[in-house]
């Protein structure tokens, strides 16, 4: 009897809370559309639960729904052109996070890479999300919120192929220099501050977008092109499930841009997509890697929208 007091406090503590917040565990579903494997990356942020599996393989046309508790973190990606040596050992083409197996295991991916940013239960209780190509782009992505509300609650993406179009000093070949696998960052491919917003060049004012940045913003305008892309690459939904599609068609991405927006009680003012959507990501300048260095541009926004991935790194070091 003695320990009824404590519970009573304790439930007291909890049960609010949980009222509060509307715990909603939230559904990812990642479908591959592409006309070849995709083996879909998972890394979940520092200190959120790890979502399971953190890398699995997807043939044409198949799926995969994965569950999320609430207040996750992380990144989704798909790797390309995989395939597993003589003595087991598992790597990509693309997209490959070096952990030698299908599963990732804690690593993200080397770029470059299409990344797709979540950070769940943000500021004011709304998902904040993105679709990436500062990492550089290696497939189409689509990303569909399912049933969510909010004003800015929309689809974001980039379903054109920009391995055609990257400039030659960006392109990525096939091992075999067979064909274009991916597009680099300029960031990735010429380490420069200007074009990794590093040094005098980290902070709003003196990091602007670049022609190679704005090479990615004119074939997907919804999705991040540099770092500091953040006005019209950030979207935010309350209470909703997620689809991830590689390779979607125009046609495929635009009849579910249309469902979703029936979906949610306020219709976004979103520009049609015809050929064209964007990505999102963050920039990492330690070396090969254009991402870890300022973490998710999600994760910055659910900071708050005013909060600058610049501000937010000097908070974190």
């Not at 083996?39 to 994965?66: D, R």
Request: charged residues 15%; aromatic residues 8%.
């Amino acid at each position: 009897m003695s320990q009824l007091p404590l519970l009573i406090s304790l439930l007291a503590l909890i049960v609010p809370h949980s009222l509060i917040s509307g715990v909603h565990s939230t559904t990812f579903t990642i479908v591959n559309k592409c006309e070849y494997t995709v083996w879909p990356g998972i890394l979940s942020n520092a200190g959120v639960p790890t979502l399971s599996p953190t890398g699995f393989v997807l043939q044409n046309g198949e799926s995969k729904t994965i569950t999320a508790p609430t207040s996750w973190g992380g990144r989704f990606w798909g790797r390309t052109k995989c395939t597993q040596d003589s003595t087991g050992k598992f790597s990509c083409e693309t997209g490959d996070c070096g952990s030698g197996k299908v599963e990732c295991s804690g690593t993200g991916a080397v770029p470059p890479a299409t990344l797709a940013e979540f950070t769940l239960d943000g500021s004011g209780g709304l998902d904040f999300f993105d679709v990436s190509l500062v990492d550089g782009y290696n497939l189409p992505m689509l990303v569909v919120p399912q049933g969510g509300t909010g004003d800015n609650c929309t689809y974001t993406g980039c379903v054109v192929d920009l391995n055609a179009a990257c400039p030659s000093d960006l392109k990525v070949m096939s091992d075999d220099g067979s064909e274009d696998v991916a597009c680099k960052s300029a960031c990735e491919a010429f380490q420069q501050p200007q074009y990794c917003c590093s040094g005098a060049y980290a902070s709003p004012d003196t990091c602007k977008p670049s022609s190679y940045s704005e090479i990615f913003k004119t074939a997907c305008p919804r999705a991040y092109s540099y770092a500091y892309d953040d006005k019209t690459s950030t979207f935010t939904c309350a209470n909703a499930d997620y689809s991830i599609t590689f390779c979607p068609s125009p046609n495929t991405s635009q009849k579910a841009a249309q469902e979703q927006a029936t979906q949610t009680t306020t219709t976004p003012n979103s520009p049609e997509i015809n050929s064209t959507m964007v990505y999102e990501g963050a920039i990492d300048v330690s070396g090969a890697t254009c991402n870890n260095l300022y973490g998710s541009h999600a994760m910055a926004a659910s900071v708050g929208i005013t909060l600058s991935i610049w501000q937010l790194r000097h908070l974190l070091f």
